[in-house]
């Protein structure tokens, strides 16, 4: 019999996959992947309905990117039976700077750990093969999934995009180079100690103005991360920049409706750290309206509330503990 398995490249394989060059030989499977409905709903409708239709869609985008740059989207195979499961592969577009990683998977593939394993042996061809520094991934806001995979796999969250050549807004994630890897894991009993040499900077605490009057109380310190652990309505996770403890997420409720928090260690500012968090922390809590709040002269911390499409709805007039007087005060929400 004749494989027309045999006719594409393979790429790489890893424990369970093998990545190949896409042919036209995967008709039928183009068609079947891209008129999936989540494939519709967060990457968008090809127009593809016909094998005809999946052999120009392939003619004039996967195979055209691997003969112009050598590398596309592949097919996702399983090890053993060769079935198809799926794409992932390294993509440049002409209105982007970075080259990115994408990845689409059938729904009997979903839950298995495929787009994981693949995505990270794509992006060590990136790094190892091209020699990139920065490399992109792209996810629909709703897309937690997506992004949960993007996580896993070393990429942190950069803010939000709407592509030259597409109108949705779109979340950036980045793995740098040059740049710390950012994760969430729930707080545990020795980031505490952490948390509060963080709140001790006399900066950080003017700045975020609606603190404590008193933050060299150990005791009250630790009294309020007992109850906030303790408090089901609070969802708490320690930020780690690499394995350093960075700071620190929540969600919590003010009068009923959801609100988030972040605080990030004056050691870590300005890497992009908060909004990597925060990021992170809103694919994790996917109910929606979110709130959030900010001293208005806050600037920093209001660019990375922004950068997650935060917006500001509302203003008051507050007292600030960390300042001893009344200031003026931002409430922001995100919507979607």
């Not at 003010?254 to 870590?268: F, K, N, S, Y």
């Amino acid at each position: 019999m004749n494989d027309s398995r045999d006719r594409s490249r393979v790429v790489l394989t890893t424990a369970r996959l093998v990545l190949r060059e896409l042919s036209f030989d995967d008709a039928a499977f183009v068609v079947e992947l891209l008129n999936d409905p989540d494939w519709i709903r967060f990457i968008g409708d090809k127009r593809v309905r016909t094998e005809d239709d999946a052999r120009r869609y392939l003619e004039e985008g996967p195979i055209a990117m691997v003969r112009a740059h050598g590398h596309g989207l592949w097919r996702v195979e399983a090890k053993g039976d060769g079935r198809p499961v799926g794409v992932c592969g390294l993509l440049r577009r002409a209105s982007v700077e970075d080259p990115d990683v994408g990845f689409g998977f059938l729904p009997a593939a979903r839950g298995l750990g495929y787009a994981t394993e693949a995505a990270r042996e794509t992006l060590e061809v990136g790094r190892r093969r091209f020699g990139w520094t920065r490399i992109a991934g792209f996810t629909s806001p709703a897309n937690h999934a997506s992004a949960r995979v993007l996580e896993k796999v070393g990429l942190r969250y950069e803010g939000r995009d709407r592509l030259p050549d597409g109108d949705d807004v779109l979340h950036r994630f980045v793995w740098d180079a040059s740049r710390p890897g950012v994760r969430l894991r729930p707080v545990e009993d020795d980031d505490v100690p952490r948390f509060f040499e963080h709140q001790l900077d006399p900066g950080s605490n003017r700045e975020a103005a609606f603190t404590v009057a008193d933050p060299s109380d150990r005791a009250a310190f630790e009294a309020r991360w007992r109850r906030l652990r303790a408090d089901a309505a609070v969802r708490a996770y320690t930020v780690l920049a690499e394995d350093a403890v960075a700071g620190h997420v929540a969600r919590f409720e003010r009068d009923g409706a959801p609100e988030v928090t972040v605080w990030i260690d004056r050691a870590h500012a300005g890497a992009g750290v908060a909004t990597a968090a925060l990021g992170s922390l809103l694919h994790r809590e996917i109910e929606r309206p979110l709130h959030a709040r900010v001293a208005a002269d806050h600037l920093a911390s209001l660019r990375v509330l922004e950068k997650c499409g935060f917006s500001i709805v509302g203003r008051e007039r507050s007292f600030a503990p960390a300042r001893g007087t009344e200031i003026d005060e931002l409430l922001l929400t995100l919507e979607s």
